[in-house]
């Protein structure tokens, strides 16, 4: 005679697994892909998250408004110590640097003075000294930036304010009839070229970017129509 409960028990942990079994399957489907670092969709769509330091941060790059450039004359003072040192006067230097006491050599180019003035803390401090307080002082003096070729009054231009780049085309007296303004450069204080579409600036104003002090911006000629 067939034992109906035992029967019954049975079947129903076989049911139990296939039911795990299907779920596992179906949540296998929605996870994560951790090849993509994103979620699958059912479809298989796959979504790959972005990391931030990809983004264009408006917010973050006007911070380098502030910050140091080649070119720059600047003065360092130490206080709070056993000897004492007079300021230093220093122009930052092509590579971007700049020399102190003991011979040592700073980065100054791209850092605020706030974060120069703790890196070179830390630096001689317990190193060589016991207590040291620094302070960074940017030099005002007459700056200029440079506007070259195809607009209508080449030449220096007096860095008053903050400006971008079809401002300073503007600065110059516009685009002459033969410019290309979909290939003007930007050429840094340190050497760094940047090509951009003047007419995509236009625009977008994320793309129309900020001058300093030392740049040159150069508009090319365009080549003939036939």
């Known amino acids: 005679m ?4 035992r029967l019954a028990g049975r079947w129903g942990l076989v049911g139990l697994w296939l ?6 399957s179906g949540c296998k489907t929605a996870d994560s892909d ?3 670092g994103g979620a699958a969709e059912p479809g298989g769509a796959q979504f790959a998250s972005v990391s931030p330091a ?4 408006n917010a973050t790059n006007d911070l380098s408004l502030d910050a140091l450039h080649v070119g720059d004359k600047i003065t360092v003072e130490f206080s709070d110590t056993a000897v004492n040192f007079p ?3 220093e122009r930052i230097k092509e590579d971007g640097t ?3 006491l003991e011979g040592k050599t700073f980065v100054a180019s791209g850092k605020t003075r706030r974060q120069l003035e703790n890196e070179i803390h830390d630096f001689y401090v317990p190193r060589y000294y016991l207590k040291m307080t620094v302070s960074v002082q940017q030099q005002k003096e007459t700056q200029f930036y440079y506007v070259r070729g195809e607009v209508k009054i080449a030449g220096r231009q007096v860095y008053i304010s903050r400006i971008r780049v079809l401002g300073a085309i503007g600065s110059a007296g516009d685009f002459t009839d033969f410019a290309r303004k979909t290939a003007v450069q930007v050429i840094r204080a340190n050497g760094l070229k940047i090509t951009i579409n003047a007419k995509k600036a236009l625009r977008d104003s994320s793309l129309d970017l900020e001058i300093f002090p030392g740049d040159t911006v150069y508009v090319p000629r365009r080549g003939p129509l036939w």
């Open 54 to 57: 990809g983004l264009t941060n």
């Open 19 to 24: 039911a795990f079994c299907w779920l596992a």
């Open 2 to 5: 067939i034992n109906v409960s």
């Open 98 to 100: 700049i020399t102190l």
């Open 34 to 36: 951790p090849k993509l």
């Open 87 to 89: 300021p230093r006067e």
